[in-house]
């Protein structure tokens, strides 16, 4: 039996113990329109893959015991994040990083999100780990996939980063927070935006670690 179904990001994300095996059509959300997706659901997992042009974006919760890919966020709307992440309370919600605390954008607001800045890649330790980690949202992270982390857009938006030493472009998932400034480095905190390996590769700045870039909300059609 096959049927649409329209997930609002924060349902799918929040949706973590179904039993069985099957296979569902949908539509997700992404922030500005919608995206038609294959949902896999099996053996308590979800997995889905949508498509945003030439790109395949391929979505796994992770097992809530896997550690956090920043382990330095404290609290997300108040809770321990883990339990923030099992509540399905994490898209816009505050959180805390070393006491600092951190209010993400509206959704209405991230629509019309547009920034210049440098942009950094992260997660190098996952290249040659075996065990998993979790993003902020609950998605397990892979250092192949196109992703990142944001310290302000709502958790998942899609964002069109171009590289402006280069020209190159690619549009990520935004799923995870970050970048803050770390203990031996305080001005990494300033860098707008936290690349996947995968991302950081396609646009051409794996090697130096940072490029100048723009970041850039894209604007999708309904059931594209």
């Known amino acids: 039996m096959r049927k649409w179904i329209r997930y609002q990001t924060y349902i799918f994300i929040g949706v973590f113990s179904l039993a069985g095996c099957a296979v569902v059509e949908g539509t997700y959300d992404v922030v500005s329109g919608t995206v038609k997706g294959v949902y896999y659901v099996a053996s308590g997992t979800v997995e889905a893959v949508y498509h945003v042009g030439k790109f395949t974006f391929n979505v796994?919760?992770?097992p809530i015991e896997w550690s956090l890919m920043n382990d330095d966020i404290e609290t997300i709307d108040g809770l321990p994040v883990k339990e923030a992440i099992r509540q399905g309370r994490v898209k816009n919600s505050p959180y805390r990083v070393k006491g600092k605390k951190y209010y993400p954008m509206t959704v209405?607001?991230?629509q019309r999100y547009k920034e210049t800045g440098v942009a950094s890649w992260y997660g190098d330790e996952t290249l040659r780990q075996k065990d998993g980690h979790m993003t902020a949202n609950g998605e397990a992270f892979n250092p192949n996939a196109?992703?990142?982390a944001h310290k302000h857009l709502p958790l998942p938006t899609n964002v069109k980063v171009t590289n402006l030493q280069n020209g190159r472009s690619v549009i990520v998932r935004v799923n995870d927070r970050?970048?803050?400034p770390s203990d031996h480095n305080p001005a990494s905190g300033?860098?707008?935006?936290?690349l996947s390996y995968a991302a950081a590769k396609q646009l051409g700045f794996q090697a130096q670690g940072t490029a100048r870039v723009r970041v850039e909300t894209i604007q999708l059609e309904e059931e594209v």
Do not use: M, N, Y
């Open 60 to 62: 796994v919760k992770a």
């Open 146 to 148: 196109l992703s990142a």
């Open 108 to 110: 209405a607001k991230a």
């Open 190 to 194: 300033r860098r707008i935006i936290d």
């Open 178 to 180: 970050g970048p803050f």
